[in-house]
């Protein structure tokens, strides 16, 4: 299996996606598993294997903020996206709207 | 629960140090929180698989641990990857536990001297360059972990179908099981003590016991083999076997190991390198006095020959093997300091 594998090619459109949801839904804060529920509930399931280490990364990219609380006897873990966070969130935004309005317009003209 | 843990391990072992304890609790947590979902929502009324059937199905969408510890290292970018981390550990331990065995050696055998034959086996073991020489071996490893690396990375878990696929086909049965490191064998520990005993009652009571029947000259008597430099060093193997008999005692009653029974352990080897150094360095090991012999029943020219001929060949050999004994107990102390640390740590 390769990078250039047709299925490979739309996971790695969706992977570009995940970090623009994933920086909007922790403009409130959430925990691993809370986010993973709220992003399957809105229609965009992310595997466990790929949320995790995901946020992780954003972390150490200072594109999210975290804290260990221990909420009902359990350690979790609470990301928030930063202020560095929330300035790429803005420019992806605006990126991705183009993006799509440009998109569409080509899909449509084919 | 088992599958739970043995998955957070292995995983976790994938992992630089750094990484671990985070990665670990937040695992934990996560698979917890998805498991407490499960069972809330079986509650509800909704068809439930057996919970064991839903660990399995739980850590599957979590990939198999290779794969998950690359997406935690992902973009670090790494010489070795998760896959082969464990393997290259492992060789790189066995690389630097020569070199310290090595390192021993030539102290050991700076200190009895040029006139032991020890001292020319260690002295060629130095001068032979094989000290840089392993240390050029672990560049060697690292090289070949890097090039084993990238030939295998056309099969890399970065590639999402092939993952999906991998995390179908993997079984999370096959996790490695993990012993607990505090675990303690009764049976071993009381074997020990047993032996401590008999050692002891041995040494005090019988130390001519210790020997053998030789013959030289159409004559065969006993010759015991504890001789003026052995019975000096009792004192200190008295006090390491009855520590030892202490140690084994208390584990049998805590059930496990603990940090202050790690730390009395390595005191324990402390005091036998002490008790085993002055036999390697000091007096001669083997009872060669030729009164003793004459007084035990040999004639004088027996006696003549044994101390001229068999004893400082028995005693060289004794003393290597004591030498021997010594880089045994210190390359297991460096094992034991390595897993005192991680408990610590």
């Given amino acids: 299996m390769t990078p250039q594998d047709p299925a490979n090619m739309t996971l790695e459109l969706r992977r570009g996606a995940i970090i623009l949801a994933v920086l909007s839904q922790l403009t409130k804060e959430h925990y691993g598993y809370s986010l993973r529920e709220r992003l399957s509930a809105r229609g965009l399931p992310v595997p466990e294997g790929t949320l995790y280490p995901l946020l992780r990364r954003l972390e150490s990219l200072e594109l999210l903020t975290s804290d260990w609380r221990v909420v009902a006897g359990r350690p979790r873990r609470y990301y928030r996206t930063s202020h560095a966070g929330k300035q790429l969130l803005k420019a992806m935004e605006t990126e991705w709207r183009v993006l799509v309005e440009v998109l569409n317009g080509l899909l449509e003209a084919k | ?345």
């Fill in chain 2, 1 to 345: 629960m088992d599958l739970i843990e043995r998955y957070i391990q292995d995983v976790s072992h994938r992992l630089p140090r750094r990484l671990r304890g985070d990665v670990e609790k937040e695992l934990r947590s996560s698979l917890e929180d998805a498991l407490d979902a499960h069972a809330a929502n079986a509650g509800d009324g909704a068809e439930a698989a057996a919970p064991d059937e839903h660990v399995v199905e739980l850590l599957r969408k979590f990939g198999p641990p290779a794969q998950l510890a690359a997406s935690y290292r992902s973009g670090t970018g790494f010489l070795v990857g998760p896959e082969l981390y464990p393997a290259f550990l492992k060789t790189m331990k066995i690389v630097i536990i020569v070199i310290v065995g090595i390192v021993v050696a030539s102290v050991v055998a700076g200190a009895i001297g040029e006139d032991n034959p020890l001292f020319e086996i260690a002295k060629g073991l130095v001068l032979s360059n094989l000290f840089s020489e392993i240390v050029e071996a672990m560049g060697w490893v690292v090289l070949v972990f890097w090039i084993v690396q990238l030939v295998t990375s056309s099969s890399r878990v970065d590639t999402p179908n092939a993952t999906r696929a991998t995390s179908m086909s993997w079984d999370p049965h096959t996790l490695p099981r993990r012993d607990d490191p505090n675990r303690i064998g009764r049976t071993g520990l009381m074997v020990e003590i047993a032996i401590m005993i008999a050692l002891i009652v041995l040494f005090a009571v019988f130390p001519r016991a210790v020997g053998a029947t030789v013959s030289t000259n159409g004559e065969r008597h006993w010759v015991a083999l504890m001789g003026p430099g052995f019975l000096a060093g009792r004192g200190l193997l008295y006090v390491g076997f009855v520590g030892t008999v202490v140690l084994n005692v208390m584990l049998l009653r805590h059930n496990r190991w603990t940090i202050p029974t790690r730390v009395f352990d390595l005191a324990i080897s402390v005091i036998f390198i002490a008790a085993l150094l002055p036999m390697v360095t000091g007096g001669n090991v083997v009872a060669n006095a030729p009164a003793d012999l004459v007084a035990n029943g040999w004639s004088e020219e027996a006696a003549d020959s044994l101390s001229r001929d068999m004893f400082p060949f028995l005693d060289k050999l004794l003393r290597g093997v004591f030498a021997c004994v010594i880089v045994g107990i210190v390359w297991s102390m460096v094992t034991r300091v390595v897993t005192l640390i991680r408990r610590v740590t």
